[in-house]
């Protein structure tokens, strides 16, 4: 197989993604922007008349925000986790999802500190953590960790590009139809490489040094964003296994974030042929596993807190079994043991039921991180007495609603825009995977010969 | 804490007042619970008025007028304001036999520190010790704990720790991150959700040691009154209470007073069994309790109030028992 010719072949097949923009995307892409826009205002509308429009008061201070910086700061390390742990051990898997995960990892890590921005009362002062750093704040370390994640995550994610955009460089050279701003940004991010021997080594030498660093650097920042609960004295939050707990939960939020996201790539853009169903196969199975370790430690958790039933814990439970009885009962038993009913046997490990057990944790999972937040906030030590009734209870407002939306939005927005600008499908990585069977096929044949 | 503002100016009667009042609580204390910093006075170009005074050994002495400092306009930077007062260690001790809810600390305190009717940097908690015991009234205010978790989380160093055990907020650095509100054990923190006119107010230059003008983003919180204190007087609730719950003072000297009574701090402490609450969380709060023993008022004195504060207890179980029998 000529390698060059192979390459040019899945450009052809794959490039239509890239020009392709049917009545469909352009509606979920004026639809996605019409969501940013709306949040944009309710932005506008916090910015200038304060954080009384959130439902956050005295007592509950931190709301919805802070749970979607944890949910898509988990989902970001888990992102990088699972690249890493995808391009360290060299898995077949990674050749066709590799992309999908990154991409994830980089944009929720882009978006996950905007929602902790939203929770700052002087968004104007900001500078002031660098101007007055503290480091024995845990603030201080996660800001620390989020940064060098974010450098990381781009450096690693950029590697893993450079043998695509060279591809995309040689294909788009005698290509007329391609404009010529994007040869031009192809050819400059492609930074001359040219896929002789010694560069291809030399990358994947870097990438897999990358990669682990990524794995060490995803489990430092997991455990200092679970340190911002577990280190204060609060009753739901002063645990010891939170930062395993949030690195457990991050992974099977990531895994399954990246099954629905392969589930609409591949519905959309017809690539049942790279994303099979033994990807979703697989990744039912990861999902299973990392959902039996979730619940293990979500049910570790609240039995020691119910076993010992000290009073403040008891409290805690108390209203966690009253006011939040139904999203208890949806996020710890129905968002950990439907998944589970579901991934168990192997018959239900299809493509559209992984897919729903996917959709099912991740409503779990951030529904869980809103009762870590919000009830430890409304049962503190002292009894919240004494105090106006609206500052008890917590309940969001439509401006928070509307921003955590635009979080979402923006999301798939810049997932479809970068889809647009290279491939789902690492083309590079169809290639190693295709020389790689076919040595093996030589060495078979080679063995069969000499026999 | 030495940048007086002293003004040239007339006296009028009100400032002798304050000035006589001042010197006899501190005769009244019999040793000098808050020293007299009148006595840190400039030399200054004579004015040619001259007031009559009362010295703590009862003598009348006449002062230039251009000697008396104005403290009330004597501005702490927030620079100054970390310091502290030196050789202080302020302590604040409640006797929990004495409070019936009358609330006038709250408001004294409201009223101080420009707060609206909602906001209360002291409040008065309904508490239960267990389900034999009668529920107490209990005044909480910022605890100042020496181990603050509050202190240790932020990032910017907007709220301190102070040489003289109080933790002071500086507006003009917290960023409004609310991590020391939720790192805070005892809820005694409020934010400020939105923007007031109040806070415009720019004729009272900010201090940390008043807290006014507030800002709009950032986080308030008791503050144990320095800006008294360096005045010689005590803090608005401790002056404000009637039944003299409140005992201010310092530990160093070992002495509280609630302005009727001065004693020994450790005396106090250790013949009344003073405890700190919530001990085992090991943040060592400045702030003792007295036991609910011997009470002086049925608790239900405590509901001598407006309707809608009585509803703000409305979810203690004892508040409801009464209110079925019909007794509030």
């Not at chain 2, 040793?31 to 006075?41: F, G, H, K, P």
């Not at chain 2, 001990?279 to 400045?286: C, M, V």
């Given at each position: 197989m000529n390698i060059d010719t192979r390459k040019r072949e899945l450009v052809k097949e794959l490039s239509p993604m890239l020009e392709k923009s049917s009545l469909l995307s352009k509606i979920w892409i004026i639809s996605l922007i019409s969501i940013i826009l709306v949040g944009l205002y309710a932005f506008i509308l916090q910015l200038s008349?304060?954080?009384?429009?959130?439902?956050?008061r005295d007592n509950v201070v931190w709301g919805i925000y802070i749970v979607n910086f944890i949910f898509f700061v988990c989902l970001s390390y888990s992102g990088a986790f699972i690249a890493g742990v995808l391009h360290f051990f060299e898995t077949?898997?990674?050749?066709?999802?590799a992309r999908i995960v990154e991409i994830t990892t980089v944009l929720s890590l882009i978006i996950g500190p905007v929602f902790i921005l939203l929770c700052i009362g002087r968004l104007d002062r900001l500078y002031y953590l660098f101007l007055y750093?503290?480091?024995?704040?845990p603030i201080s370390w996660d800001i620390i960790a989020i940064l060098t994640d974010l450098i990381g995550c781009f450096v690693y994610l950029y590697l893993t590009f450079i043998p695509d955009l060279a591809i995309l460089r040689d294909a788009s050279k005698?290509?007329?139809?391609?404009p010529k701003w994007r040869k031009k940004m192809y050819k400059f991010l492609a930074i001359?490489?040219?896929?002789?021997p010694t560069q291809h080594e030399r990358l994947h030498k870097i990438i897999r040094i990358m990669s682990v660093m990524i794995i060490a650097m995803a489990i430092v920042a997991y455990s200092v964003l679970a340190w911002i609960f577990?280190?204060?004295?609060q009753p739901g939050w002063n645990s010891s296994i939170f930062a395993p707990y949030f690195i457990i939960s991050g992974l099977y939020s990531g895994i399954a974030v990246i099954i629905i996201a392969m589930y609409i790539i591949r519905k959309f853009y017809k690539l049942e042929k790279y994303i099979t169903k033994i990807h979703f196969f697989a990744g039912g199975v990861i999902l299973l596993i990392f959902s039996l370790l979730y619940g293990y430690f979500t049910f570790s958790e609240y039995f020691s807190r119910w076993f010992s039933h000290k009073k403040h814990d008891v409290d805690l439970l108390n209203t966690l079994f009253s006011r939040y009885f139904w999203q208890f009962i949806f996020a710890n038993y129905f968002g950990i043991l439907m998944p589970i009913a579901i991934l168990f046997f192997k018959k239900l490990r299809t493509v559209k039921l992984v897919t729903i057990a996917a959709i099912i944790s991740v409503l779990g999972i951030w529904l869980n991180k809103y009762l870590i937040v919000v009830p430890t906030l409304e049962t503190p030590?002292?009894?919240?007495?004494?105090?106006?009734?609206?500052?008890v209870h917590y309940s969001a407002t439509w401006v928070e609603y509307s921003l955590s939306l635009t979080g979402i939005a923006a999301f798939c927005l810049f997932f479809t825009l970068i889809l647009k600008f290279v491939p789902a499908i690492p083309m590079s990585g169809i290639i190693d995977l295709e020389k790689r069977k076919q040595l093996k096929r030589k060495k078979d044949n080679q063995l069969a010969t000499e026999l | 804490m030495k940048k007086n503002k002293t003004e040239e100016g007339g006296t009028d009667r009100r400032k002798f007042l304050k000035l006589g009042l001042m010197t006899s609580l501190t005769a009244i204390a019999g040793?000098?619970?808050?020293?007299?910093?009148?006595?840190?006075?400039e030399e200054k170009e004579p004015s040619g008025e001259v007031i009559r005074l009362l010295t703590p050994e009862g003598k009348i002495v006449e002062v230039n007028a251009?000697?008396?400092?104005?403290y009330p306009e004597a501005l702490i930077t927030p620079a100054e304001s970390r310091?502290?007062?030196?050789d202080r260690k302020f302590v604040m001790v409640i006797?929990?036999?004495?409070?019936?809810?009358?609330?006038k600390c709250v408001e004294e305190c409201q009223k101080a520190h420009k707060l609206?009717?909602?906001?209360?940097?002291i409040k008065i908690q309904l508490i239960?010790?267990?389900?034999e015991g009668e529920p107490y009234w209990f005044p909480k205010p910022?605890?100042?704990?020496?181990?603050?978790p509050c202190v240790i989380v932020c990032p910017t160093g907007a709220t301190f720790k102070r040489d003289d055990g109080i933790v002071l907020v500086d507006n003009t650095r917290?960023?409004?991150?609310?991590f020391c509100v939720t790192s805070c054990p005892y809820s005694a923190r409020q934010f400020n959700w939105g923007h007031k006119?109040?806070?415009?107010?720019?004729?009272q230059p900010y201090s940390p040691e008043t807290g006014v003008p507030a800002a709009e983003g950032t986080v308030m919180k008791c503050d144990f009154c320095p800006d008294l204190l360096r005045q010689g007087e005590l803090p608005h609730c401790a002056k404000a209470c009637p039944m003299g719950v409140i005992y201010f003072g310092d530990k160093n000297e070992d002495i509280v007073t609630n302005g009727e009574e001065t004693v020994r701090f450790s005396q106090l402490i250790n013949d009344r069994g003073g405890y700190r609450h919530l001990?085992?969380?090991?943040?060592?709060?400045?702030v003792y309790y007295l036991p609910?023993?011997?009470?002086?008022?049925?608790?239900?004195?405590?509901?001598?109030?407006d309707e809608e504060i009585v509803e703000r207890?409305?979810?203690?179980p004892y508040v409801q028992e009464l209110k079925k029998q019909g007794k509030i």
């Open positions: 008349n304060g954080h009384e429009v959130t439902g956050m077949p898997l990674k050749n066709s999802i750093p503290r480091i024995q704040s005698e290509n007329a139809e391609v001359g490489y040219q896929d002789t577990s280190l204060t004295v030590y002292l009894p919240i007495q004494d105090t106006r009734a609206e500052f | 040793a000098s619970i808050v020293t007299n910093l009148a006595a840190q006075e251009s000697n008396i400092n104005k310091i502290g007062i030196p006797d929990l036999a004495k409070c019936k809810n009358a609330r609206d009717d909602h906001q209360e940097f239960q010790n267990h389900e910022c605890f100042h704990c020496d181990e603050p917290c960023i409004g991150c609310k006119e109040k806070f415009d107010d720019k004729s001990e085992h969380l090991g943040t060592k709060p400045n609910a023993v011997n009470r002086q008022f049925p608790l239900e004195r405590g509901f001598n109030i207890y409305k979810d203690v």
